[in-house]
């Protein structure tokens, strides 16, 4: 057995969708709502509830600007986001190392 | 064990696609191979059949019409928009790679050091260290295999540096390692851009 803590993973994280954003973000430094939905392959609604949800854990800033007269939501990974995203890969690191050694975690 | 390798594998896959993204929005590497590969073969074309003009001209408008096309960012950008890190240090590499070569061709254009062959290696040679320094920064792998390119480019146009055929190969590795690149990242860009 490890000393694998389960209950420290990032439960915001777990969804792919939302998991997908963060990493997609945290590639792309800013991208506007459609390259993320596009990205993620999700609907616009979809896309949206899942940005929200990271925008109000802190993990996505939003900015809104104009190009021409068409408004463009961009999002971009805060800093308490990438941090999350490199916790949660730590985590999953540490799940996959005794299997590795070929122990059982 | 086998979700936790997949996820991981998911997010590098999404990662690099992020990546591709923020470099795919521009179409300068692009523009630059096409203009550069049209102005190299113009030059073969001018050493093999002498057009009766200099091929001085060609050069301006193929080193000209890039740089106002990269500079258009810079004109265009609005107030209040900086660039990211990342985004600033690339644009310093590839910027500084920019002028450093078209001082470079002034300066042996005005010197007549161009019948000497070594230009076209120095000009392979920097776009090798371009790809090197932005696979370091952008984390892609297949930048590298590219700058590697470059550098075996840059041995054989010096191997053949008194040849014409030194400006066909510069054209032709303009087409391949840099508007190759430019269209890849443009279309990988497009995939995932709207």
Redesign the interface.
């Given at each position: 057995m490890t000393d694998f803590d389960h209950t420290a993973i990032d439960e915001l994280l777990q969804s792919?969708a939302r998991?997908?954003i963060v990493?997609?973000?945290?590639?792309?430094?800013?991208?506007?709502f459609?390259?993320v939905r596009?990205?993620?392959k999700m609907t616009d609604g979809n896309a949206s509830v899942h940005l929200r949800k990271l925008e109000d854990a802190g993990y996505v800033a939003m900015r809104k600007?104009f190009v021409g007269r068409k408004p463009q939501t961009l999002y971009a990974l805060t800093e308490t986001g990438r941090k999350a995203?490199l916790d949660?890969?730590a985590h999953?690191?540490i799940?996959?190392q005794p299997?590795a050694k070929g122990e059982r975690? | 064990m086998t979700d936790a390798r997949d996820d991981i594998a998911f997010i590098r896959q999404t990662v690099e696609e992020g990546r591709n993204f923020a470099f795919g929005r521009s179409p300068d590497i692009l523009v630059w191979g096409i203009a550069l590969a049209i102005g190299f073969f113009a030059n073969y074309a001018a050493i093999m059949h002498p057009f009766g003009f200099s091929i001085g001209w060609i050069w301006l408008v193929t080193l000209a019409l890039p740089w106002l096309f990269t500079m258009r960012r810079t004109v265009f950008r609005k107030p209040g928009t900086p660039l990211r890190p990342g985004v600033h240090a690339m644009a310093a590499v590839w910027i500084g790679a920019g002028i450093f070569l078209t001082t470079l061709t002034i300066a042996a254009d005005w010197s007549d050091a161009f019948r000497e062959g070594w230009m076209n290696s120095v000009v392979a040679g920097a776009f090798g260290f371009c790809f090197f320094a932005s696979a370091a920064l952008l984390k892609l792998g297949w930048m590298r295999v590219v700058a590697v390119g470059w550098w075996l480019g840059e041995i054989a146009l010096f191997a053949i540096r008194h040849r014409p055929e030194a400006c066909l190969l510069s054209s032709v590795l303009m087409l391949v390692l840099l508007a190759g690149p430019g269209l890849y990242i443009l279309l990988r860009g497009a995939r995932t851009a709207p």
């Open positions: 792919r998991l997908a990493a997609f973000l945290a590639g792309a430094d800013e991208a506007d459609s390259a596009d990205a993620t600007q995203l949660y890969v999953l690191e799940l996959i299997a975690p | -």
